[in-house]
T-cell receptor
């Protein structure tokens, strides 16, 4: 069935260093890949997304890459700051099923001072 | 501009009871989806409604039901509550099924 695997489950990086979160998806029909940030007591917030016809997308300190052949996609955060501490979720949306977002299990990112 | 609003924010129910959760989408958004997020996991898709019609349903038992009203607000109803139904229930809205904006959720505890 449809599945999104996310690694690592927990990640600690020194402030100013980079953080990388990796995901794989099983449904080759997926064509939209959003990333969400969830802070304590809040719902997931969309931070960046990428479509299957694009290999890379960048927005300031955040970038996502997509390898359709390998069904891999990754989130890169550079120059990490304390406010980046949160849980991050990758997700995949199957083509023609835009009603259904399939989430990974999340990565808890800790930014160390 | 108000985001997605959900009520109540917290709720405690007893096993076997019924619960109704409410969601108001962003103004102009006609699509509403419901997700269940168990502690330590990613959200799991329950339902999507668009223009008051059910467009998708996840792998949840018939105890879960939902509806969407003419003003595009939505309710999620869960009957015969089980301990395992304890979770954060999230509502999300979008214009046309992409770029969903999530609310802060309703934390349901079943005791």
């Amino acid at each position: 069935g449809e599945n999104v695997e996310q690694h690592p489950s927990t990640l600690s990086v020194q402030e100013g260093d980079s953080a990388v979160i990796k995901c794989t998806y099983s449904d080759s029909a997926s064509n939209y890949f959003p990333w969400y940030k969830q802070e304590l007591g809040k719902g997931p917030q969309l931070i960046i997304d990428i479509r299957s016809n694009v290999g890379e997308k960048k927005d300031q300190r955040i970038a996502v890459t997509l390898n359709k052949t390998a069904k891999h996609f990754s989130l890169h955060i550079t120059e990490t700051q304390p406010e980046d501490s949160a849980v991050y979720f990758c997700a995949a949306v199957p083509i023609n099923r835009d009603d259904k977002i399939i989430f990974g299990k999340g990565t808890r990112l800790h930014i160390l001072p | 501009d108000a985001g997605v609003t959900q009520s109540p924010t917290h709720l405690i129910k007893t096993r076997g009871q019924q619960v109704t959760l409410r969601c108001s989408p962003i103004s102009g958004h006609k699509s509403v989806s419901w997700y269940q997020q168990v502690l330590g996991q990613g959200p799991q898709f329950i339902f999507q409604y668009y223009e008051k019609e059910e467009r998708g349903r996840g792998n949840f038992p018939d105890r879960f039901s939902a509806r969407q009203f003419p003003n595009y607000s939505s309710e999620l109803n869960v009957n015969a509550l089980l301990l395992g139904d304890s979770a954060l229930y999230l509502c999300a809205s979008s214009l046309q099924g992409r770029g969903y904006t999530f609310g802060s959720g309703t934390r349901l505890t079943v005791v």
